[in-house]
């Protein structure tokens, strides 16, 4: 089986340092937002939240109409939810706005890669399963695993329920993101006959080993060992199996390449054009061959790239194309240095 999936080159130490995609703010930009307060200095940990709020009441009024709870229901499950004051500290310092070199060595550790290549020996049946099913590579599958929770071992110690009222109700910015993983979250747990009020998970409103937020568990969610129950909180099979099914359902294509190499300038407007974009911006495989003067392997059905910036602690850039499955890695979380670190540490798993 092939495993040229990855592009390779020598590393020195410079070379885990990475380019935050925020760029450098003006004075007067960050004299702006530095004035500006953030969610968690407007509410007071444990500060009861008005749940008689219009857009409480809308909640409640969707919840009933749309998907058949009672008002007692809700009245006894909402009964005196607070604010978490922490979650909101903690979404102002995600480690996805912190420029690559920190963020690397933070995620891909000599402790995560010897562990993960255990768990590659210990789950290898598991894995050739996956693989042959579902078409995604098991270093991936793993590095993921390993990001995400330390395989299994840190799934979050934040209430569910607290921290995505939380979210809804006093982190603007995202309130409506939150509204529906809220309604997702009481969903999920009606279906699989589990108390809101009991599950654990991130700051950020992500749970189990995979770390899904809810919609996501709802959608991508498989079980795999035949028991009639999608349990990302303790069963190996359908962890593993849930996080190949995601990447799946993005079109990762296996044996396809990742990213590739295309040096520490970028020779076109054109390009630079689709960096600064992020994930949403989109070169031609021709096109970067072309600018770039690269000979790179061929992107599947032709599909577009994009273009990753990474700054190198020396002040040098080092500039990645984004293949479909580096996309499909961004889908997951929208950070490209998170699919970077998932991607260097598959390659660590795997050897190279």
Known sequence: MSRNYFRVLPYCMCMVAMLSVLGPLSSGICSTEESKPLAADLVTDGQP???????????????????????????????????????????????????YHQYFPRF??????????LKLIQHKKLLDRIEKELGVEREIVVAIWGIESS?????????????LN???????????????QLVHFLLLCRD??????????????????TQF???????????????????????????????????????WEFGAPVYQEIGDTL?????????EKGRKGFVSHEDVVKIQGRDLPP???????????????????????GYPNFQAITAWNHSNRYAMAVTELAEKLGGK
């Open 192 to 209: 699989n006959q589990v108390d809101p009020l009991s599950v654990t998970g991130s700051y950020g409103g992500a749970f189990g080993q």
């Open 49 to 99: 939240i008005d749940i008689t709020s219009e857009r409480y009441q809308g909640l409640f009024k969707e919840l009933r109409l749309s998907h058949n709870f009672s008002q007692d229901e809700l009245d006894k499950l909402f009964a005196g939810v607070t604010i978490k004051r922490r979650v909101l500290e903690l979404m102002d310092k995600q480690w996805e706005a912190k420029p």
């Open 267 to 275: 020779k076109d407007p054109e390009l630079v054009a689709a960096y």
């Open 151 to 163: 395989f299994g071992r840190h799934k979050g110690a934040f209430s569910m329920f607290q921290t």
């Open 166 to 180: 939380s979210m809804f109700d006093a982190y603007p910015r995202r309130r409506t993101f939150y509204r529906k």
């Open 299 to 321: 992107s599947p059905d032709n599909k577009k790239l994009t273009i990753v910036g990474l700054e190198l602690k020396n002040g040098k850039k080092r500039y990645v194309a």
């Open 108 to 117: 891909v550790t000599k402790l995560r890669i010897a562990e993960g290549k």
């Open 213 to 251: 937020i809810p919609s996501s568990f709802r959608e991508y969610a498989v079980d795999f060992d035949n028991d009639t129950k999608r349990d990302v909180w303790e069963s190996i099979p359908d962890i593993l199996a849930s996080i190949a099914n995601y990447l799946r359902r993005f079109h």
